[in-house]
């Protein structure tokens, strides 16, 4: 890194998260330069006072540490090939916030390292509240010593408690994938009790009365039951565009995960399409729960 008190860092992706994230960057006083294919995202970024570029090129050239916050595991590797690969400088360093495929991150930080540079894995969790308040839990993966340096940066935008080391490159990404199977196959396990009941006759509201309100898993299926009785079942994600990354892993290193093989599959047949958290086309499990019924 440069000399100067705080590196300079580039922000790729200025979506419903990285925006707020990169402000808090500029806030906590880091030259920061934004950039997003899509103009109408830098608003934020310009009213505070921060730069912003449609140049990606500049922005990997003219900063000590790029920062991605992208839609999709694709997105990010077509970015990086395009965009890091040839621009790389020894001693930059890359930070990938998004949750991407474990394979191809470590594919990716080997071929940087040629070039002097690093890549760290550091998948968020905790939405766009987390994101504005700097309250996210990072699951952080990549060169130990490298990892030290940037913990300033990564304290700024997650809860310092929550921001873990997890080991080597990829690390970070195994760790994204046991909290988002832990949310998707959780919000599936409630969703198909859900239905086991309503499919069988019995009313939403009788369930949700008898069956949830509480704590523990009774508070946890009530959310979902509530979601339901208010017609919003059909957007309840379940992770599934994210599953064939964590599916990939675990067939990579010779192991099983049949429920979240079999809830991949089961969606994957599906006809109904929806929009999920991160705004990526999604398949709605419940609607393929109960398509066949007349509960929705």
Request: glycine letters at 12%; a negative charge; one cysteine or more.
């Amino acid at each position: 890194m440069k000399s100067q008190q705080h590196p300079t860092i580039g922000f790729i992706g200025l979506g419903n998260m990285g925006s707020r994230m990169a402000k808090n960057l500029h806030y906590a006083g880091y030259p920061l330069i934004g950039n997003d294919i899509d103009e109408a995202k830098w608003t934020a970024l310009i009213a505070i006072g921060a730069k912003t570029t449609l140049d990606t090129t500049q922005v990997v050239r003219e900063c000590d540490v790029v920062i991605t916050s992208l839609r999709s595991s694709d997105v990010f590797f077509k970015v990086a090939e395009q965009y890091f690969l040839p621009n790389a400088e020894d001693g930059q360093i890359f930070i990938d916030l998004g949750t991407s495929e474990v394979g191809r991150t470590r594919e990716l930080a080997k071929a940087l390292s040629k070039s002097g540079s690093t890549l760290i894995d550091a998948p968020v969790s905790g939405g766009p509240q987390g994101s504005e308040t700097g309250t996210l839990r990072i699951f952080v993966g990549g060169d130990a010593a490298v990892v030290e340096k940037c913990c300033p940066i990564l304290e700024v935008l997650g809860e310092p408690e929550f921001v873990v080391y997890c080991g080597p490159s990829g690390s970070g990404q195994i760790v994204k994938g046991v909290n988002q199977l832990a949310m998707g196959l959780g919000a599936a396990a409630y969703m198909e009790a859900m239905a086991f009941g309503v499919c069988a006759g019995v009313e939403p509201m009788a369930i949700r009365n008898a069956v949830g309100v509480g704590d523990g898993w009774r508070g946890e299926f009530d959310k979902i039951a509530k979601r339901i009785i208010d017609g919003a079942g059909k957007r309840l994600i379940v992770k599934y565009p994210e599953l064939p990354y964590f599916l990939a892993e675990a067939e990579a290193s010779g192991f099983e995960i049949p429920l979240t093989k079999a809830l991949y599959e089961f969606c994957k047949k599906g006809s109904y399409e929806m929009l999920d958290n991160m705004n990526r086309q999604s398949r709605s499990f419940w609607h393929e729960l109960i398509k066949d019924s007349d509960a929705e």
